[in-house]
């Protein structure tokens, strides 16, 4: 068959394709080991990210405890008997089951994979203890889980049993009248409440609701937990020890359990809305994912839009959760680190095909006089780009096949996102400098005789040149222009499964885009600074000098390999920047959530033993300061039309000053105005994630039972803690207003505080900022981020190294024939190395000066669109922290490297015979 010259198939010339590949087997081995190397860093980094963000997700959940539980409420149906009365109901605790079963029908399938077996909780209002002179209060509680049908968690009774019905069997659906005498209910007790409220079986607890009313609750035995560690206790700690501050200070709440058999006379017993149900769903971290998280995030908002209102006096079911907010904080973290992960891929990735690109044309540059012959002798373009093709692409493919397959052994698996443009690079550039290097050396067309025609050629040269470098430029400004406007973060339309492109492919390439436009900059002006040096070293007495800055000045026009090094060295330094700002960022925010070295969050039971708490800690050795302080969660404070919760503080202002000063979080000058009222009312400095509070306004702080306490926004607060909204004021001044301080948290600094806090957890919790460091250091998030800054730093310091070696390597024939001509001339072996050194220091001293400040520059330009306070805990932007000695490490690297390379190079040339330069005319 014979083909059309336009569909003709190409002819390959197998022992040319093979005398190829042996000759220049160790170039190509070194562009496979790159593509190989980024390929296992570009494959290795999108699963790694999916498993990190499935960790993430487990995290974040664990970390919330019971604030990620999902209640399910129903009102009760109404007991009205035929007779004007109530009627008990014996299957009481059959349809607190058949309650349990239809929350979690309603939570669909796919949301109740991811939930714990569900636990009933059956509580009755606070009562109060009215016998004893401390303040005591009592609720009665019923459990039912899937462990036991119709009860709760297994207990042993170890006095008395369990309790029982009121009635007998044949009354047990009595109907009783409402105005009747309080109906009896029989509770267990455990043995730490038993022991506390001093009573046996058969003893009577005297209790009154808030309205006093009388409750008839005896006691049927004592119960010891056959496992105290049951998820069922934990929503009613008070069943098995007495709880201190769960209904004000100073007050121990007692719980009494109720059993299938006495639920239905606690029923009776209780008004018809002093008895709650609710159906507990706790989260599994161990089955949630990534992607089942949105799809869950999704599911709990729809449930909760469809949800009854707390208003409906019917059995609608009525949702109430902080699930999805726990789901939407941590998905907004892991856009974040998704997107920066995609910002340092792009560097590596820009790198190596920079890379990839030189050592194309290092191997151009050999086969030139090969490739040349075969045109000569009938070889067609086609042809031969059909034979580098075939080479280039089996060498490409088989090794990131095998950066791949090294991904998916080493990690959860492989993504090809991210490889195929080094690929696709690998594949391409050889081919296609091998064809354009074989069609100019065959060419026909002659260098023009007109002056004006060949001014006109090289004006074409300067224009495509121009073309090319300003399309990079727009490029990168247009990148700027995108991450400043829109961000790094992926919109909330995004799908579920995270990828470091983050759906910002644009903006996350803007340091590496800006890098390359430095990079073109500095280009544009090394030629003139060489010829300069040319200049100036032509007026002096060295020879040396001379012939290195005519090496240098003849060489400096080369793209590649200045490109390669400024690259790779500005975008080292960005990725190093990146990883000491998140890691000094951590500590920052970890120092913001805790407020100092230590701190101690009092119990409220114990509230009033804070000051004592507190002179205890200051005598402890290694404490420097201690600061007693009150902070009240979700204050109600009117502003305007408007009621904010934000958190109160009330501290001594002058010693609050002397702690910020003792730490490294920042001074807040507006302290000075909060001592004295203004005009009747106590100065505050405010703080509002949403603009609501804002100094200059006028706010209330509502008091249960009590006045009001006019405040007046003088100034904006510090950051206290992780609260997006505070108030701050002075102890002394709202004290002098009416309102008693009673602190409740102790902050302190000191090389020993933390001992101090752990000595003194009694009735406090201990806040060590050590332990939270190491937590938010450990996180799967910042964990993640932090190692792929550090190893995208050094593949890039790696690249820019061999980007180096393949410069030398290209102009390395032509660098030393010269130096072996004028050998013969007398210049000896080791002022020639000094004249080699000469030659490559130029763009290598640029590389190493320029690259680091550049990258600085970009830190400084794009870190505030990253968002990386969302993964360090901080209240802004960081500002970038420099890595000093790394930055020394990039500078000083290139420059040993050179001292390494030039030696390397004179002892391969050293063997070659002076004859056999001057008459082959090369090495």
Request: net charge positive.
């Amino acid at each position: 068959m014979r083909w059309p010259a336009a569909l003709r198939p190409p002819a390959l010339h197998w022992p040319s394709v093979r005398g190829r590949a042996r000759a220049d087997a160790g170039s190509l081995l070194l562009a496979g080991a790159v593509v190989a190397v980024v390929t296992l860093l570009a494959g290795a980094v999108p699963p790694l990210l999916h498993a990190t963000a499935d960790d993430a997700v487990r995290d974040a959940v664990r970390r919330a405890d019971g604030a990620a539980d999902i209640l399910v409420r129903a009102r009760w149906e109404r007991d009205d008997g035929p007779f004007g009365g109530r009627v008990r109901d014996p299957a009481l605790a059959s349809g607190i089951d058949d309650f349990r079963e239809r929350a979690a029908d309603a939570l669909g399938p796919r949301l109740r994979a991811a939930l714990r077996p569900s636990v009933a909780v059956v509580d009755s209002t606070t009562l109060k203890i009215t016998n004893g002179d401390a303040p005591r209060s009592f609720r009665l509680t019923y459990l039912a889980n899937d462990k036991a049908a119709g009860g709760g968690p297994a207990v042993t009774w170890i006095a008395g049993g369990p309790p029982r019905a009121s009635v007998s069997a044949l009354d047990s659906r009595t109907e009783i009248p409402y105005a009747g005498p309080p109906w009896p209910v029989q509770v267990g007790l455990s043995e730490a409440g038993a022991s506390a409220l001093n009573v046996r079986p058969g003893a009577r607890i005297p209790l009154v609701d808030d309205q006093r009313r009388v409750k008839d609750v005896t006691v049927s035995g004592i119960f010891r937990a056959a496992d105290a560690t049951d998820p069922a206790w934990r929503l009613a700690p008070w069943l098995l020890r007495p709880a201190a501050g769960m209904d004000g200070p100073g007050i121990t709440r007692f719980g009494g359990l109720l059993s299938p058999d006495s639920l239905p006379d606690a029923r009776l017993a209780m008004e018809q809305d002093q008895l709650e149900r609710t159906a507990w769903f706790a989260p599994n971290p161990g089955v949630l994912t990534w992607e089942s998280a949105r799809a869950i995030a999704a599911t709990v908002v729809a449930g909760k839009a469809a949800s009854g209102s707390s208003a409906d006096l019917d059995s609608t079911l009525k949702w109430q959760t902080g699930l999805d907010a726990v789901l939407r904080d941590v998905a907004v973290q892991i856009d974040a680190a998704s997107a920066q992960a995609s910002v340092l891929l792009a560097a590596v990735l820009v790198v190596a095909i920079l890379v990839l690109l030189l050592a194309a044309d290092l191997l151009v540059g050999r086969r030139a006089p090969a490739l040349a012959a075969a045109r000569q002798r009938g070889a067609a373009l086609p042809d031969l780009g059909a034979e580098l093709l075939l080479e280039s692409a089996a060498v490409a493919l088989l090794s990131a096949a095998a950066g791949l397959a090294l991904a998916g052994v080493l990690g959860p698996g492989a993504a090809l996102g991210w490889v195929v443009p080094v690929v696709v690079a690998a594949v391409v550039a050889g081919p296609a400098f091998g064809t354009l290097a074989a069609a100019r050396a065959t060419r026909d067309r002659r260098v023009p005789a007109n002056r004006s025609a060949r001014r006109s050629a090289r004006h074409t040269g300067r224009l495509r040149r121009a073309t090319l470098e300003a399309a990079v430029v727009i490029a990168a400004a247009a990148a700027f222009v995108a991450l400043h406007q829109r961000g790094i973060l992926p919109p909330p339309s995004a799908g579920a499964v995270p990828d470091p492109d983050g759906g910002a492919a644009l903006p996350a390439s803007a340091p590496a885009l800006g890098v390359l436009a430095g990079a073109l900059v500095l280009l544009r002006l090394l030629p003139a600074g060489t010829r300069l040096a040319l200049t100036r070293s032509l007026r002096s007495r060295r020879p040396l000098a001379v012939f290195g800055a005519a090496r240098a000045a003849a060489t400096s026009a080369r793209v590649l390999p200045l490109l390669v090094m400024v690259a790779s060295v500005a975008l080292a330094s960005f990725a190093f920047t990146l990883g000491a700002t998140a890691y000094q960022g951590l500590a920052d925010g970890a120092w913001r959530t805790v407020g100092a070295d230590a701190r101690l969050d009092v119990a409220p039971a114990a509230a009033a033993s804070t000051p004592a708490l507190a002179r205890r800690v200051a005598a402890a050795p290694g404490v420097r300061q201690v600061l007693p302080a009150q902070v009240t969660e979700s204050a109600r404070v009117v502003s305007g039309s408007s009621i904010a919760a934000p958190r109160l503080v009330i501290v001594d202002v002058p010693a609050y000053r002397r702690l910020l000063a003792a730490t490294p979080l920042p001074d807040t000058p507006a302290l000075t105005r909060l001592t004295g009222a203004v005009n009747g009312a106590v100065p505050a400095l405010v703080l509002s994630g949403d603009g609501d509070l804002r100094p200059g306004m006028r706010l209330e702080l509502l008091r249960a039972g009590l006045p009001s306490i006019r405040l007046t926004a003088v100034g904006t607060a510090p950051s206290v803690g992780d609260a997006a909204d505070v108030v701050l004021v002075d102890a002394a001044t709202i004290a002098a207003a009416g309102m008693p301080v009673v602190p409740n948290t102790v902050w302190m600094t000191g090389p020993g505080a933390g001992r101090a806090a752990a000595a003194n957890a009694a009735n406090a919790k201990p806040v060590l900022l050590s332990a939270v460091l190491d937590a938010r250091r450990a996180a799967p998030l910042t964990s993640g981020l932090l190692q792929l800054a550090w190893a995208s730093a050094a593949t890039l310091l790696a690249l820019g190294l061999l980007g180096l070696a393949l410069g030398a390597a290209a102009s390395a024939p032509d660098r030393w024939q010269t130096l072996t001509r004028l050998r013969t001339l007398g210049l000896r072996p080791r002022d020639a190395r000094w004249v080699a050194a000469g030659e490559l220091l130029p763009p290598v001293v640029v590389a190493a000066l320029a690259g680091p400040l550049l990258g600085v520059l970009l830190a400084n330009l794009t870190f505030a669109p990253l968002e990386l306070r969302l993964l360090t805990g901080q209240a802004a932007d960081p500002a970038p922290v420099l890595s000093w000695w790394t930055l020394g490490l990039l500078t000083v690297t290139p420059l040993v490297a050179v001292a390494v390379v030039v030696p390397i190079e004179s002892a391969r040339r050293r063997r070659r015979r002076l004859g056999e330069v001057l008459r082959a005319g090369g090495s």
